[in-house]
């Protein structure tokens, strides 16, 4: 198999994979919405998050057992590992800003600033060094926030992290022998 045919099947089964853990962590977000009106939907909001390096390994593992007979090397499952993410992180990215632009009305922007503006929290902040300027500033920028704005900074934050992630899922998932034993 050459390389571009390597690069394109790695491609295609990504994005198939990337809808399989984008699907997964819609879930999740839902879970996390749900959080603020049943603390139990938090616990398993946590939970999905966790679970989620594992289910990428299983997905690149069962990528390579399907179509490379189970040997893959780390660049290869590092690739497959990472474009998974970058395709969920698309999907959850377009879920996201429809939930904020359609649903939200605000409802995660307030709770957050409630948290933030509750005296018993601002203590604690002012007791680890923040004073009350930078607070009221996070506040002040949080209220501007738009629904696009909050969508880009979570697709960025979930590319970010599967670049960290495929790291070590790319070390579960690769195979490749570089030495074959003498009989």
Request: charged share 15%; proline share 2%.
């Amino acid at each position: 198999m050459t390389f571009s045919e390597k690069y394109t099947l790695v491609r295609a089964q990504a994005r198939a994979d990337g809808l399989k853990l984008g699907l997964f962590w819609v879930l999740s977000f839902a879970l996390f919405i749900g959080n603020f009106h049943f603390a139990l939907l938090g616990m398993l909001w946590m939970a999905t998050m966790v679970f989620t390096p594992f289910f990428v390994g299983i997905l690149t593992r069962r990528y390579a057992v399907k179509w490379h007979d189970g040997i893959i090397s780390y660049r290869h499952a590092y690739t497959h590992s990472f474009l998974t993410i970058f395709y969920a992180s698309l999907i959850l990215a377009i879920v996201q800003w429809a939930y904020f632009a359609y649903l939200d009305n605000g409802f995660v922007v307030t709770n957050y600033v409630n948290i933030i503006t509750d005296k018993d929290f601002m203590k604690g902040m002012e007791s680890i060094g923040y004073n009350k300027k930078a607070l009221d500033e996070l506040v002040a920028t949080l209220r501007t926030l738009r629904p696009i704005d909050i969508s880009l900074q979570l697709l960025w934050s979930n590319i970010v992290a599967g670049f960290i992630i495929s790291l070590t899922t790319a070390l579960y998932a690769s195979t490749r022998r570089h030495f074959t034993p003498k009989p």
